[in-house]
């Protein structure tokens, strides 16, 4: 340990002292068949991307459902005018805009913004004398 770093570390193997096989033979199918795999779940759940063979397909759905839920409720939080502008209709619009798009880069900020963008696009912006209109699409500075 005279660089601060274990032996193992140091020597360059793992800590079961055992070097790792190279990326093919048996180890390295399996660890792509996984990464396939892991990439299609993932597009199921965000992305509206088809159920991988081996998953339950309802089981999915819920919890593709209940992202999407998750995500509603933070842009909820982060713009509660497009709430209230939409009423009763907020949730069924999110999942429109939601079903199939994962959430943008940048976090919920984005995703409420995206959001509010998706609605202007489709004339659904709700508008009001409230004083929310375009120029909330930006969302909070």
Excluded: C, N
Aim: a positive charge.
């Amino acid at each position: 340990m005279a660089d601060g770093r274990p032996a193992h570390a140091a020597a360059g193997e793992p800590r079961g002292g055992a070097a790792r096989p190279p990326g093919g033979g048996e180890a390295g199918q399996a660890r792509e068949a996984l990464r396939v795999a892991q990439g299609a779940l993932l597009a199921a759940l965000v992305a509206g991307g088809g159920v991988p063979e081996g998953f339950d397909a309802e089981r999915v759905g819920i919890q593709a459902r209940s992202l999407i839920a998750k995500r509603r409720g933070l842009v909820a939080r982060l713009r509660p005018e497009l709430v209230r502008g939409l009423g009763p209709g907020f949730a069924a619009a999110f999942a429109d805009y939601a079903t199939g798009r994962p959430r943008p880069p940048g976090g919920s900020r984005a995703d409420a913004r995206a959001f509010a963008e998706w609605l202007s696009s489709q004339g659904r912006y709700p508008s009001g004398d409230e004083g929310h209109g375009a120029s909330t699409l930006q969302g909070p500075r």
